[in-house]
């Protein structure tokens, strides 16, 4: 099942109204990386009229032609891409208006003959309607495949599990320590630890948009996103 919200526990400097980093576990980073998967025509509704550039009118034009101009299926492919994400991590919060996130589908083979089809069409090209054989994708995973089905992909996401994780304010990622809070409190020039607060806010696909969003237009994002919120 996809994750609808992670939690997130947010350290702000309230001297400077600003979060200097959250403790995040598996489900965010997973959410975090995997938008790196996401077609670049994801992101243009999102920006609306803050699109610099020429991408926005790529998209107008796709949106605007009529399908006279455009082979079958190629508007809907281009609009609302399909994206193939491992569920269970992260992945649900990346199910945006224009995008169809979906889990990666099953290969399937009959004896009549060697050809191999997925599990939508449950027929290979001889039209024989029965199949036999499930098959496992054979060579270096890809977990962007559709035809790629693996327990240890799809279940496992991007990072591991027993691990917290250090995401700043620009979404910068690394593990937990000790360390690295001295380091990140030094850099900022945190004196006074009474200063700083503890706050645990909930990240749903709503909250997702809103920090996708950010992340094309500030370095500051979690600030941006999370600190309105709070004074609601």
């Known amino acids: 099942m996809a994750v609808n919200k992670v939690s997130l526990k947010l350290v702000i400097d ?15 980073v997973d959410f975090l ?12 509704p999102l920006l609306n009229q803050e699109m610099v550039g020429g991408l926005g009118n ?32 992260g992945g649900g919060l990346l199910e945006l208006p224009n995008v169809t996130s979906t889990v990666p589908r099953k290969l399937y083979g ?4 060697r050809n191999l089809f997925d599990d939508d069409s449950k027929r290979c090209s001889c039209q024989k309607a029965y199949y036999i054989e ?6 270096k995973p890809r977990v962007n495949d559709p035809y790629f089905y693996s327990s240890d992909v799809t279940g496992g996401g991007c990072v591991e599990e027993a691990v917290m994780y250090m995401v700043m304010d620009d979404l910068a ?19 006074d630890m009474g200063t700083l607060e503890e706050k645990m806010v909930d990240l749903g696909m709503d909250e997702g948009v ?10 500051s ?6 600190l309105p919120m709070l004074k609601q």
């Open 210 to 219: 809103k920090l996708l969003k950010a992340s094309l237009l500030s370095k």
């Open 134 to 139: 499930e098959f496992s994708h054979r060579g």
């Open 221 to 226: 994002v979690l600030t941006d996103v999370f």
């Open 58 to 89: 790529i998209y107008d034009s796709i949106e605007n032609i009529s399908s006279v101009y455009l082979k079958p299926n190629v508007k809907d492919s281009l609009l609302t891409p399909k994206v193939y994400i491992s569920s269970g991590t």
């Open 14 to 28: 309230t001297e400077r109204r600003r979060v200097v980093y959250a403790e995040a576990g598996k489900e965010f």
């Open 173 to 191: 990622v690394k593990p937990l320590s000790t360390v690295s809070i001295i380091s990140l409190l030094d850099k900022f020039n945190v004196k």
């Open 110 to 113: 009959t004896s009549c003959c």
């Open 33 to 44: 990386f995997n938008i790196l998967a996401l077609p670049i025509g994801t992101f243009v």
